[in-house]
């Protein structure tokens, strides 16, 4: 049963510069918790690989479609209700579902039952980007979407590099520490604690949801005042935008395959080929991601808002594009150099450029989009990011290790192959789509109402 919608998107007023950049930022906890959730499985693949006994191609699977595939068609009914209902609600329902799913993680002992656990992940963290992209783009003008946009997205790289830094803290705490025992479970592994530790908290977050309005909704001009696209409404505005759409879309899947490819595997690179322990692990990952992707993610939605107020409407695309090229550049000395400090200087790179077009990106997508299909077209990009991205960015990784190298010390030979072919693709496919991406903006700038 959909939540109800307690409140009206054609009479609720829109708030204030003010209040709109509250909403973002209780949008920007949540998304730091729901990565958290989703990321910090990352830096316990080596004590979930030796107490389940699963190969690096497993944990791939487990690392990406277990929660990929959940999420991503997930998203697509939370995009329809995002478009009808209360978004704060069913932001509201998302958090509590994945909160308790991420403490169910931690009290599987078996590989199905930890792949279950993170199915439930998956379903409950659908319910937030859609509308989340929604909301953000009936809050704020096209000239400031970007930045906004940005803002919100940083919470992907605060939340992971928590993540990181959580779970290397802790579970070498928790190591240390007398094992628990809980009935029924059996005794709880330093790993399993780690998920609960992260997940009992997010259950508190679900209440602060319901201190955001519902704004009023933007409309096509001359349309009834409660207009949301109906399925065959969308595919007639996408088939007619179709090359601005799937270039756009090829792209920042492509994107985001490499971004989950070396979120996932960049511990066990640093372990197996610099022999880092998780602690040291934890502490410059969680750093460089918290503070260095926040820095790209934010510096790339003001460059993008920077091209537009110069005349650019494909701003949010050329971003990509330079992030792209910079990223090529960066991921050979991160993957070849033996030299630390050459090391951490091209992953401060990395994380910069890996961040930098995701807040443009969903900017893009929101202003090619009419209003009334925005939390629809907002699932789009979310199951583009994930199904695309993260079902296939951790196993791509892993496959290559186990079955062109066929040797788990050369991931790092793995990730710079996925790195090199993927940005190169990314970026040639953006770049085919640019004056597609321009019709498209323009066209939906001259219906809004």
């Known amino acids: 049963m959909p939540p109800p919608d307690t409140a009206s998107p054609t009479t609720a007023p829109a708030p204030g510069t003010r209040y709109a950049w509250y909403v973002v930022g209780v949008l920007l906890l949540l998304n730091v918790s729901s990565f958290i959730d989703r990321q910090v499985m990352a830096l316990l693949l080596t004590p979930i690989k030796a107490d389940l006994g699963l190969t690096d191609t497993q944990m791939g699977y487990l690392l990406g479609p277990a929660f990929a595939g959940t999420f991503a068609f997930s998203a697509f009914i939370v995009g329809r209700l995002a478009d009808r209902r209360s978004r704060p609600a069913i932001i509201a329902w998302g958090v509590a579902a994945w909160s308790v799913m991420c403490t169910a993680s931690g009290l599987a002992n078996t590989y199905g039952q930890l792949f279950a656990a993170r199915f439930g992940v998956g379903i409950g963290e659908a319910t937030l980007s859609p509308s989340a992209n929604s909301l953000i783009a009936d809050y704020f003008p096209p000239e400031k979407l970007a930045t906004a946009m940005s803002v919100f997205t940083s919470g992907v790289f605060i939340g992971s590099g928590l993540a990181y830094f959580i779970g290397g803290t802790v579970i070498e705490t928790m190591s240390n520490l007398e094992p628990w025992r809980f009935p029924v479970f059996g005794e709880i592994r330093a790993w399993q604690r780690v998920f609960i530790v992260v997940g009992v908290p997010g259950m508190l977050l679900a209440l602060l949801t319901l201190t955001i309005r519902e704004p009023r909704r933007h409309r096509v001009a001359g349309s009834p005042p409660v207009h949301a696209f109906t399925g065959a409404e969308v595919l007639a505005w996408l088939r007619r935008h179709g090359r601005a759409y799937s270039t756009f879309g090829a792209a920042i899947a492509i994107y985001s395959i490499v971004n989950f ?36 993610v934010i510096a790339g939605g003001r460059l993008a808002d920077r091209f537009k107020s110069r005349g650019r409407p494909d701003g949010n695309l050329l971003v990509l594009i330079i992030s792209a090229i910079i990223s090529i550049i960066a991921g050979i000395p991160l993957y070849l150099t033996a030299a630390e400090p050459v090391l951490i200087a091209a992953l401060i790179v990395t994380n910069i450029v890996a961040a930098a077009p995701f807040g443009a990106a969903a900017a893009a997508m929101a202003e090619m989009s009419p209003g009334a299909m925005r939390g629809q077209a907002a699932a789009l990009l979310v199951f583009l990011l994930n199904f695309v991205g993260l079902g296939l960015g951790p196993p791509a990784v892993a496959l290559i290790t186990d079955n062109v190298f066929a040797d788990p010390a050369k991931v790092g030979l793995s990730l710079l192959v996925v790195t090199l072919i993927g940005r190169s693709l990314a970026a040639l ?21």
């Open 261 to 296: 490819g070396t979120a996932f595997w960049f511990p066990a690179f640093f372990e197996r080929s610099h022999g880092w322990s998780s602690g040291k692990i934890g502490l410059l990952m969680g750093g460089a991601t918290a503070i260095f992707g926040v820095v790209g």
């Open 429 to 449: 496919s953006v770049a085919g789509g640019l004056a597609a991406h321009r019709v498209a903006v323009s066209e939906v700038a001259s219906q809004r109402g």
